[in-house]
């Protein structure tokens, strides 16, 4: 078996696999049923260098800590945290050196039910430097609100503020874009449950290659 935090490890990880990984390390959350995470031993293998196989942009929100969520250790997720996981040009610049200089294989924006950014860009709240990243959630509110059925109010701004983060990453990041369309990455769109701890995967842009084996087990 590849060592874990090496170059070759990442380098033979595909997409779909990184996505997998995502999958079962949050299954394990919420049944309990976390890795042991040896934290010396973590940091004595990764103290050479770190290869996350993905970034995830996810809301500051201190219930949702990737690391825990994804049931992940030292040195595997890049995590790009910021109230509303709104995108702007250092987080882009973030995400394009994941990808393209670490090799990243999977980008993700998670969000998550019960986001205070989303509650207060709702109620317009305006005051310092919180104005203008509000600002940034209108839009995702606006679409939300055009739809009729919206019982779900709530949730589904939530989910239209991910869609959204994610449409601004492909069409500002030539970086990216490319590498997605060349299938060097995988595109994920998530939202946290607070209530149980579930990810709903609600988007996955992430190709399967043919004859790709399913990993065992991460
Ligand atoms: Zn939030």
Redesign the pocket.
């Known amino acids: 078996m590849m060592r874990k935090h090496s170059k070759e490890y990442l380098q033979h990880l595909t997409p779909y696999q990184g996505y997998e990984i995502l999958r079962e390390g949050n299954k394990r959350f919420i049944q309990n049923l976390r890795n042991d995470h040896d934290h010396l031993e973590l940091i004595n293998q990764t103290r050479e260098g770190q290869y996350p196989f993905a970034v995830i942009l996810s809301?500051?929100?201190s219930r949702?800590s990737v690391e825990l969520i994804f049931d992940q250790g030292l040195g595997e997720l890049f995590s790009i945290r910021i109230?509303?996981?709104i995108v702007n040009n250092d987080i882009l610049a973030s995400i394009e050196y994941a990808i393209k200089y670490v090799g990243s294989k999977v980008l993700m924006v998670l969000g998550?039910t019960e986001?205070?950014?989303?509650k207060s860009a709702k109620e317009g709240v305006a005051d310092g430097h919180i104005t203008d990243l509000l600002k940034r959630i209108q839009p995702s509110i606006t679409k939300s609100l055009l739809d009729d059925k919206d019982y779900l109010f709530r949730d589904k701004v939530a989910y239209a503020n991910v869609e959204n983060s994610l449409e601004e990453i492909l069409s500002r990041s030539k970086i990216v874009k490319e590498m997605f369309e060349k299938g060097e990455i995988g595109i994920l769109g998530g939202v946290y449950n607070i209530d149980n701890g579930q990810v709903d995967f609600f988007k996955n842009l992430t190709r399967k290659g043919r004859g790709e084996k399913r990993l065992a087990s991460a």
Request: with cysteine; proline share 0%; charged share 10%.
């Open positions: 809301c500051m929100d949702t109230a509303g996981n998550h986001c205070g950014a989303i």
